[in-house]
Each structure stands twice: as C-alpha cells, then as structure tokens.
C-alpha cells in the first residue's frame, strides 16, 4: 500500500468508521482483519515503507508459515490433491505416481512454494508424460520451465473461476503429448488451426532436436485449443458465453483465439 492508503486504513481501525468517497455521512464498522504478507515487514519499518503505527495494530497475533521446502511431509497430500483437482477441470483420468516421482517433489527445494507444486502438477496431469517431470526435478529446471510457459500465454496460469471448475469440456481427455528418443508423439486430435506438416504434428515438435522446453509450450498451445474449441461450439461461438466457461477474460479469449488461429467451422 501507498502511505496514504495505509494512513486511511490506519484510521479506520483506530476509530471504526469511514466516509465514502463523495459522501458526507460517517459509516461505522465493526471488522476482524486478517492480514498476510510474504514480505519482511520489520525490514520495511527501517525503510519507512510501512507504517510503524500500522504494523503494530495489526500485529495482534502473529503466525508464521514455514515454506514448503520446511513442510516436506505434506506434499504428497497436496499433490493428490491438485491431481485431483486438475483431473477433473480437464476431463482426464487423474494418474497415479511412481514412488521415484514422489520422492523426487519431497527433494524439490520448492522455490515457489504451494503455487509452484500446483503449477508444476496442472502442467503434468496436461501433459501426462512422468518422465519429463522426473528429469525436470532432478534437474531443478522447473522454474525456466515456468518462465518459457508463461512467456507463451500458457492457460497453466490462467485464473480458475467457479464457472470453469464446473464445466466440462468435450474433446479435453484427448489431449496428450509424449516425448521419445527420437522427439514427440503427433498431436492430439481436435479442432481448429494446425501449423503442422503433412503427418498433421506441429512442425516444430518433428524435429529430434527440440528442447524439452519448446516440446511443451507446444504442447501447452495444443491444450487450449483443444479446450477453447469445443467450448465455442457448445455456445455457438458466441465468445462471451465462452469466456467464463474457459475461466479467462473476453479480451484474453479474444487473443487466444487469434494466437491460435481458431476460426468457426
């Protein structure tokens, strides 16, 4: 917050009461407030870049979080949770992991925390290729994973809404990708626009020289059309009725649609 803004919440708390903005009649309020910062607050003070009158109302109670990376012991519940989770909002069957791979989330130093093993497990019910993860956390290479797949546009990222954990997408259990010795397995069958050579692959993933990277941001791509068109053709295309089925917003379908190069047929 701004100085101003932690001023004016300052004076809320003290005196329980406020006046809207162009109004002359003082509300009262009567609130709990429960407040949670990933920042050193303390190292703030010494900055002046928060409040010391502030800090110490609410400091009240104090509870600390340890991050994930001092949790080890819960990650399996999590991560069966997300599995879970995700395998229901992309019509797949959840999967069940190999003890190597468990073992290998349990050693991940989780720079990203409960985000990041979300994240991580969204990609692999997606991409459903165990090997992949196992080589990324061995290799600790989840976080320029991340960044490739955000630099994309990836839906892995995108918000969920109640809308989107309710709908249910024809045509999303068909989506799959495979990495082999000798590059990827053809695309996944659906519609709308295809860059791809004559076998119907992306012509990026028939190279055997494509990083493990570029595998799956391709990958990623071919998930949100596979998602984005069916959920067209249930609304009969109209792209307001999709959007929040999809979970995104209009403007953000809009440029899906045309970064994938999905026309209506």
Do not use: C
Not at 38 to 54: G, I, P, T, V, Y
Not at 78 to 97: A, C, V
Not at 121 to 131: N, T
Not at 139 to 149: A, N, Q, T, V
């Amino acid at each position: 917050m701004k100085a101003g803004l932690q001023a004016k919440l300052l004076h809320v708390l003290q005196d329980g009461e406020f006046n809207r903005l162009g109004g002359n009649k003082k509300v009262t309020v009567d609130v709990r407030i429960v407040a949670a910062t990933n920042r050193d607050l303390e190292a703030m003070l010494s900055r002046s870049e928060f409040r010391e009158d502030l800090y110490y109302r609410l400091r009240v109670i104090e509870i600390m979080v340890p991050p994930l990376r001092q949790r080890h012991d819960e990650i399996p519940e999590l991560t069966e949770f997300f599995l879970g989770k995700y395998s229901k909002r992309y019509n797949r069957q959840k999967p069940t992991l190999a003890p190597a791979v468990l073992e290998a989330l349990q050693n991940y130093s989780w720079p990203g925390n409960i985000r990041e093993l979300e994240n991580v497990v969204k990609r692999f019910v997606i991409l459903q290729d165990e090997a992949l993860l196992l080589r990324d956390l061995r290799s600790g290479d989840l976080r320029s994973r991340d960044r490739d797949l955000q630099s994309s546009g990836s839906a892995a990222h995108a918000p969920s809404t109640q809308a989107e954990e309710h709908a249910s997408v024809p045509g999303a259990a068909s989506i799959k990708a495979t990495v082999s010795a000798g590059g990827a397995s053809p695309r996944p069958s659906g519609s709308g626009s295809n860059p791809a050579g004559g076998d119907g692959a992306p012509a990026a993933l028939t190279s055997a020289t494509s990083s493990l990277a570029e595998i799956a941001r391709l990958a990623m791509g071919e998930a949100e059309r596979d998602l984005i068109v069916p959920t067209l053709r249930r609304v009969n295309w109209n792209r307001r009725k999709a959007a929040p089925l999809l979970g995104v917003s209009y403007k953000t379908l809009l440029n899906k649609i045309k970064e994938h190069g999905i026309v209506q047929g």
